[in-house]
Every structure is written in C-alpha cells, then in structure tokens.
C-alpha cells in the first residue's frame, strides 16, 4: 500500500517520461536521493512544471508507491532565479547538481550534501563571489562530505604538523618540508600559506560560513591545479556540464 511522504530537497535533473510527465531526480534531506515521476510536469499549464525543474528548492509531498515515487504536490521556496539569469553561472550551477547526482545515494544520508549544493547554488547566484573560487570550495568540500578528501593538517607521509610545505596528490593531502623533498615532482605542488590555511578553512568550517572570504590570483590559481588533478585521481569522472563549460570558453581551469 502507498503512502504520503512529504520531504525537503532540490531537484537535480529531469528527463521526459510519456507524452507529458517528467522523471526528476530529488536529492532529499530525508531519503538521499530519490527518484520521482512529476504527472503532466511537460504541459505547459502545469503546476509541476517548474518545480520539476533543476535548481528547484522546498517541500515535496510525494506518494510512495511500490515501486517508485509520484509528486503530488510542491511548495518551492528558492527556484535560484538570480543563478539562472546569468550564463556562465548556470552552467557552473549544473556542474554541481551533476556532481550531487554522481556521488549521492539512495537512502544514504545526504543532508550535508545538499547544504552544501544549496549555499554553493547561492553563492555563484551572488556578484561578489569569483565562481572559479566557488567551484574549487564546493569541489574540495564535496570529496571530503564523501570520505575522500585530502588531509590538510598533518603532513600525509609522516603525520608532523611542522613545516608544510607541500600538497601531493599521490599522498592526498599536504606533505612537510622534509617528507616533501624525498617525494617525486610529479603532482606535488609548493604551497604558500594562504593556500594552505585556505584549504584547512574549506575543509572545516561549517558549510554556513564557506562563502564569506575571497582569496588571491596566485592562491585561486594553485587550488584550481590542484582539485583538477586531485578530482582525475580520486573521482576519475568526465562530466558533461564541465564539457560545455570548457566549449564554451575558458571558464574552466
Ligand atoms: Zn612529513
């Protein structure tokens, strides 16, 4: 037997299903992420249609059938206007959900997630923030919301605090002066300390206070290099948003 539920998210994606609904999926605060079938969401009178649309944040009230879920009602409360009406800030705005969609599950606990994918979604909707900088504090943030980011307050190798020197991809994470100079060139690189400090901010401070500093062209620079190697290591994913990103200009890194 079916039941209401009613839960809080944003949905990430939709695609058609039928002549006029949609298949959306929702990364939630209670389920994980889930996906729902949005009736008549393509006809153009309907009350889905935006709702069913990527950035759409608030309640929805959905029937849980066997098998799958149907959205009988949606109460919007951000739709990320001020993101969609900038371009480049779109596209930066569907790297991220396509990201969520890549690294969240099912009935896992997604919570931090989407707090992070919301405030992300509201500082590239915001003038005042370098989006570069918003990708590279949402992409570091996310590895370690998933268990994979990179240790940034002890060197990697012999786990002193002294002397970080340096960021190794090989090692995940930083590297001390002396572990630094046993270590192959490759895929390591110096680190001043603004970098440093910026990332041990990124990766520890609640998600609410992410977006409130701005940080240098060389710091901006080194961090870019580094989550583009760090995410070909440990994610090793192509994603299509970032395709069209690059095509489109050199928005990206
Ligand atoms: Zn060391």
Known sequence: MGQN???????????????????????????????????????????????????????????????SYTVAKASIQNYFRELTADYEATYYGFYFLEFADYCCQENNDEREMLKLLYQSLKALGSPSFDNRLVRVIFELR????????????????????????????????VLCAACGKESPAAGTYRLEESALYTMQYILSMPVEKLYTFAVSDSVLSV???????????????????LKILSDTGDFTG
């Open 5 to 67: 539920v009613t839960v809080t998210g944003m949905v990430l994606k939709w695609m058609p299903a039928g002549d006029y609904d949609r298949r959306i999926t929702l990364l939630t605060t209670e389920r994980g992420k889930i996906t729902a079938f949005a009736r008549g969401a393509r006809r153009q009178n309907s009350q889905l249609l935006a709702a069913a649309s990527p950035f759409s944040f608030g309640e929805f009230e959905l029937f849980e059938g066997r098998s």
């Open 142 to 173: 996310s590895m370690a919301v998933n268990g994979t980011g990179p240790g940034v307050f002890a060197c990697a190798r012999c786990g002193s605090r002294e002397n970080p020197a340096l960021f190794s991809v090989r090692h995940a994470g």
């Open 223 to 241: 961090l870019m290099q580094i989550l583009k190697e760090y995410l070909a290591v440990y994610l090793g994913h192509s994603f299509q948003s």
